[in-house]
């Protein structure tokens, strides 16, 4: 790696890139769309509504300074828009996902620029480049830092490097010089956070991830803005960021930039659960279109390989993955997913939403599941995640099933319709499309705020 410090190269990314090409704007304004669907759709969680009751907030924006809490028709002080957004949009796990850094960076990103752009009357073009350049960062420094050593002393990815993102991303709409804006990714770096914990009993700290890295990135670029400093070395130094988080500085791991990156090989979700478990459940919902309703006296076992780096996630240890009593619970059980996926042949919100009680019904069915590691899976992982499902049946049958890519992903992209009836799904068919409507034709000279038809639903507070 070049002798230049991490901050002063990611720098330099930031402050010399102010135009997107045609084909990343169009990206960017695809996970726009996406961003704003789960967001709205997530803001009747509880998890939603009790973070909203924590801050300060008004119908409307009564102080031109303050920023929209999308999908829920209220305006706060930009700090705490970014911290409900993020939690408000994690909520549903439905969110974007960068595989090789098992990132989710638009929780991050896209809560704290736009709580920026509404408080500064910020263009759309500047926003759309700005949350460019926090994606190519946010997902760099997550591969550079490696999930696995990070899954491995309890943090949660999207916390670390989400806060560094979305610093990056404001202080490009702040337009930082290059100085200020290695002390707002220094600080940021300083404040990222997220503990994994919340696995051990379905409580809701995931969501704080998303959301506290989002307020602390904009924390940061505001600080480093106010001429607060930071560690020039704050990602490599000794007691920095790569080493906290991670294993140091890995030989054969480099930091590569190239404007719009991030964002084109960001995934788009589909099942309302963990990426983790998302090829399997592709997987098993093809042998259930193929072979219609499987009940579980049906089904002899069903071995699911797991990437090592999510297996704690999603299905290690193996006796906890089999007890489902929140959704959370369920959105990181692999035996639970497996189960609906093989039973219904969907992986709905609803059927997440109502996870407990479904869990006793197909609890035989979990019970079936084993999970393991595959060579062939770990020799192609972090750069691309492929999965495979063996399903044996006591009519004698297997069916073996492989993909080299999940649904959604860099491989397998999804199209403007995917997202478009995902959205639907979400908020209603005429919101969804009055949504990507003003997405798609934003003018991008005017200020985004009050350009975009955010969806607004019943909120159960």
């Not at 169009?26 to 967001?39: F, G």
């Not at 509504?49 to 999908?71: I, M």
């Not at 705490?80 to 990132?103: C, K, P, Q, R, Y």
Request: hydrophobic fraction near 45%; glycine fraction near 10%.
């Amino acid at each position: 790696m070049s002798n230049e410090s991490i901050s002063r190269l990611l720098a330099r990314h930031i402050v010399f890139n102010r135009r997107l090409s045609p084909e990343i704007r169009q990206r960017m304004q695809l996970l726009l769309l996406d961003y704003y669907a789960v967001t709205a759709g997530g803001a009747q969680r509880d998890s939603a509504a009790v973070a909203r009751s924590a801050v300060t907030w008004a119908t409307g924006p009564v102080d031109p300074r303050t920023s929209e809490l999308h999908g829920l028709a209220s305006w706060a002080t930009a700090e705490d828009a970014a911290l409900v957004n993020g939690i408000t949009a994690h909520g549903l796990e439905l969110d974007d996902t960068h595989e090789e850094g098992s990132l989710h960076p638009a929780v991050a990103v896209f809560p704290a620029a736009l709580a920026l752009a509404d408080a500064n009357r910020c263009s759309a073009g500047a926003v759309l480049v700005a949350a460019a350049i926090g994606y190519d960062v946010m997902c760099s420094v997550g591969v550079l830092l490696g999930a696995s050593e990070s899954y491995g002393r309890g943090f949660h990815p999207t916390g670390v490097s989400g806060a560094v993102g979305a610093a990056a991303a404001v202080s490009s709409l702040l337009a930082l010089d290059e100085n200020k804006t290695v002390n707002a990714l220094g600080l940021a770096a300083n404040m990222a956070s997220g503990s994994l914990e919340f696995l051990s009993d379905g409580s809701w700290t995931k969501r704080l991830n998303a959301g506290q890295a989002a307020a602390n990135g904009l924390r940061a670029a505001r600080l480093a803005a106010a001429g607060f400093t930071a560690p020039e070395r704050a990602f490599e130094g000794r007691d920095g960021f790569l080493r906290q988080y991670g294993a140091g500085e890995v030989p054969g791991r480099r930091l590569e930039l190239t404007l719009g990156q991030g964002a084109a090989e960001t995934s788009i979700k589909f099942y309302p659960c963990c990426r983790y478990m998302h090829g399997n459940i592709d997987l098993l919902r093809e042998i259930h279109k193929e072979l219609g309703p499987l009940q579980s006296g049906a089904i002899a076992s069903v071995d699911l390989a797991v990437i090592g780096a999510g297996a704690a996630l999603v299905s290690e240890p193996a006796e906890r993955k089999l007890l489902v009593h929140t959704t959370v619970d369920a959105q990181f059980s692999m035996p639970f997913g497996a189960a609906v996926a093989l039973t219904t042949g969907e992986a709905t919100v609803a059927q997440f939403d109502d996870a407990p009680v479904l869990a006793q019904n197909v609890r035989p069915l979990m019970d079936k599941v084993r999970c393991y590691t595959s060579d062939e899976l770990e020799a192609a992982y972090p750069a691309r995640w492929k999965a495979e499902v063996t399903v044996q049946l006591t009519d004698g049958r297997t069916i073996r099933k492989t993909a080299d890519s999940f649904k959604g992903s860099l491989h397998k992209p999804a199209t403007y319709e995917d997202v478009a009836h995902k959205a639907a799904g979400l908020v209603g068919a005429v919101a969804a499309e009055e949504l990507a409507h003003s997405i798609l034709h934003l003018d991008l000279d005017l200020p985004i705020g009050g350009q975009i038809k955010i969806p607004v639903l019943p909120q159960t507070s």
